[in-house]
């Protein structure tokens, strides 16, 4: 039995359907970019997260530069964000001709640490971006306080935790304003690249709107330099449908975690995730740490066990962000947990079977 880190095949099959007829709506009309899809999509997906705008663009990666761009950042200026994210958070903040400016984890969660925020608060400082790492929200309000000593805006890098929420707020609605990517295997995937923009102040929706369109609301008006980036609407139609199911999803994903968490609790070895008081999680990934891990994953996946590693590299040690002039010993928490993480197989549609196969291979696995 090989079991693959994500399903997308089984995702697929459910929808299947309902997709086909919207994009046949959408050739019929020709309606390519900005089509209905879009707009209703951006409406239901607002509602999701609890807030009154919501601006699809072209991938997740935009989505937090032009969160970023709306909320003041600019060339020159500094933004904190984790060590441990996927490159795409630095990379947005890099577009804009800003510097990341890393800050190491809390060692239980793998979440942003507040303290390490504060101590790298500069007169520089232009946002705090708090990742929601593996489905479970970052301590948003820990880091209010810190925001507002400094009189600058948090901006949630939101690509891992649609549908998460942290003492009953959702992920998304946090911050003044996230950025969250729909590719295609997070929680809610497209069939290709896709991302949105979240906020309560219509201005700033405005803003990123505007920056999306070539800095245009109306043809050949430009007010301002802006990119093309815009939400398909083939994308769209694809996102809609999996947007109805994506509570029912999530709450698969929280079952499927439980049942890991059963079978694992007496594996010596293997220490199972954990998540923060407030939390409700999504379980984007279950992420376990063990000793020997590039030993483990290798044979977990000669044994047709789909597990990975998110992410093998902090930032500070890519060649990408060498000019950071950060080295080893930095952020020990974030190298250590990037030597130890070992992400499981979960989706939506994995059978009891296949965990149950999961547990008994790494069990042999990491006894050795």
Known sequence: MTIPLVDLAAQQAEVNDEIR???DEVF???????????????????EF?????????????????????????SRGGEVILPANTFIATAEAVSRIGAEPVLVDIDPTYQLINPEAVAAAVTAKTQAIVPVHLFGQMAPVEKLVAIAEAAGVPIVEDAAQSQGATRFGRPSGSLGLLA???????????????????TTNDPALARQVRLLGAHGSERKYVHEVIGMNSRLDT???VV?????????????????????YGELLADVEGVQTPATAEGNVDVWHLYVVRVAERDRVLSELNAAGIGAGIHYPTPLHLTEAYAGLEQKVGAFPESEKAADEILSLPLFPHITEAQQERVARVLSGVVAG
């Open 21 to 23: 007829l919207g994009l």
């Open 28 to 46: 019929a009309r020709t309606a390519f970019v900005g089509g209905p899809a879009v707009g209703r999509f951006e409406t239901a997906y607002a």
């Open 49 to 73: 997260c609890e807030v009154q705008h919501c601006i699809g663009v072209a991938n997740g990666t935009d989505a937090v530069e032009l969160a970023l761009r709306a909320a003041g950042v």
């Open 179 to 197: 950025g969250t990517s729909f590719y295609p295997g997070k929680n809610l995937g497209a069939a290709g690249d896709a991302g949105a923009v």
């Open 234 to 236: 083939v994308q769209a």
């Open 239 to 259: 996102l809609e449908a999996k947007l109805r199911r994506l509570a029912g999803w999530n709450e698969r994903r929280r079952a499927a975690a439980a049942r």
